[in-house]
């Protein structure tokens, strides 16, 4: 029985270690968010697809750093000097990789062992999503990161979108400001789509995080990121997730909690609670889906603000742009009854109190609304 249990407290032991090893490979460094170069790898003159359109987007991003561009059939992109093989590049601190899977992990090591590079976002799509083949490539690149302490992004993601840089191939990019929210999401088309949804409601954002897979960054490691570098004087209170899995229930309910405690405000979409979705899931990100009961119950406990659909999650997001309300009586104000009274339903279901107007405050608002 004895050495029953001594077993026992070794692999706790062991799986402790394991975690806090895990914990310290998952980082998200200074080259990731404020890199002082990028390399692009796979860029090219047609920003119709997504090399071009990155390397757009980064020139229209105003980008201060030193900006490369690998391509094997091109001299210039852009109006940049193009090379045709990455051994030529200078040293760089940040690659975006744009090209065929399968060549994915050989320009991942090179670029950590040779160039220096501390930071990846992989946008390429073909690898856990798709079959064991593709799991095995991926596999492959997060051991190189793990092995050379880099930071890594994806695969299958739109890219990152910080105050520095647009790292990103899509189309329309937001304007970033302070006063926004900050967007992550383990999809990049629900990233899109929100962006495109927030632009019709004056919705702004400080960054947007389209972490792909998540195998190796997740939805927690940025939060624990945004959590243990929280400057309360510069960064934002509101922030808004996408999620279709989380490894690591704990560490999120621990750094959504510290950085609610802090001030700030989250709400998320948590996909997959069906059969069906958590199906899709698996096709989407080769992620094995979180079951739903337990999301609720890690919601509950940390705070976080549920949302079932893309127009609830920009709505909290607008929320959190406003200053606090403080107290529980509303007023409301409105051009047609029938909205005021399903207003006067949500509010008094929601524990706010809609008190009856009485008396000249009453009379004199009355003369002065049709």
Known sequence: MRKILSCQKFCVFLYAKFRKLQHILTMINRELIDPASIVVIGGSNNTRKPGGALVHNLIQ?????????????????????????????????????????????????YLA?????????????????????GAELEAKMHATCNKYGCSFIGPNCIGLITANYC????????????????????????????????????LRFNSVWSI????????????????????????????????????????????????????????????GSTLSGARATSHHTGSAAFDDKRADELFRE?????CYSRQELVAMGCLFSLPRIEGNRFAIITQAGGLG??????????????????????????AKLH
């Open 61 to 109: 991003g105003k980008y201060q750093g030193k900006l490369y561009v690998v391509n094997p059939h091109e001299d210039v992109i852009q109006g940049i000097k193009s090379y045709r093989d990455v051994k030529d590049i200078p040293n760089a601190e940040l690659a975006i990789l744009v090209v065929v899977s399968r060549y994915c992990p050989s320009y991942v090591e």
């Open 113 to 133: 062992a040779e160039k220096g590079v501390k930071a990846f976002i992989v946008v390429s799509s073909g690898f856990s999503e798709l079959s064991e083949e």
């Open 167 to 202: 790292g990103a191939f899509t189309s329309p990019n937001p304007m970033l400001c302070p006063e926004g929210v900050d967007l992550i999401s383990n999809s990049g088309g629900m990233a899109l789509y929100t962006i495109e949804m927030a632009k019709a409601t004056g």
């Open 212 to 271: 792909g897979n998540a195998r190796y960054t997740g939805i927690e490691d940025v939060l624990q990121y945004m959590d243990e570098n929280f400057d309360p004087a510069k960064d934002v209170r509101g922030k808004i997730l996408y999620i279709e899995s989380i490894r690591d229930p704990e560490r999120l309910l621990r750094h959504a909690k510290s950085l609610i405690a802090k001030g700030c405000r989250i709400a998320a979409i948590k996909s």
């Open 302 to 306: 940390a705070g976080i603000v549920r």
């Open 341 to 366: 009274v399903i207003t006067a339903d949500a509010l008094s279901k929601g524990g706010m109190l809609v008190p009856e107007l009485k008396g000249e405050a009453a009379d004199e608002l009355l």
